[in-house]
């Protein structure tokens, strides 16, 4: 099991992964900030952002606020289910079976997460998968979120 990370992700996930019991069988990678725990990732550009998500199985953002998320939207958008806080619109992941919105005052429930995800077969994680997708064009095609962001993004 591999999970993407974003760089201010790296010092909440080895807490939280801390707590797990028994060696880990992850990879822990952090490709935007050009490093990882367990080798080296040099910068990705941006057209390379999605396909490189693609090729894990949860993207983990233990954030403490996100106004839209937009490393959220874009692993779901490669079909990659994320594993993130509750501070971010995007609590409603695993009604969607595309991830988990966890609280950060519980971290046991991320570390229960993330070993329930090595046990998961192919198929279980092939659903996620389809499911993150699937989850990313409803969000994408909610006119309100859409327009919202839209004003946003031309606000100076």
Do not use: C
């Amino acid at each position: 099991t591999s999970i993407v990370l974003p760089e201010h992700a790296d010092d909440l996930l080895l807490r939280i992964t801390a707590l797990a019991h028994g060696p880990s069988s992850f990879r822990w990678t952090l490709p935007f900030n050009g490093r990882n725990s367990r080798g080296w990732v040099r910068h990705i550009e941006h057209s390379l952002v999605i396909s490189t998500i693609s090729k894990y199985d949860a993207f983990f953002l233990p954030s403490r606020g996100e106004n839209f998320g937009h490393a959220i939207a874009e692993s779901l958008s490669a079909g990659t289910p994320v594993l993130i806080s509750d501070q971010t619109p995007w609590n409603d992941v695993g009604e969607h079976n595309a991830g988990w919105a966890l609280s950060l005052d519980h971290p046991s429930e991320f570390v229960a997460v993330i070993e329930s995800m090595s046990q998961d077969s192919n198929e279980i994680r092939h659903e996620r998968n389809v499911s993150a997708t699937k989850y990313y064009l409803y969000k994408s095609n909610q006119i309100p979120a859409v327009d919202q962001n839209r004003r946003m993004l031309k606000q100076p």
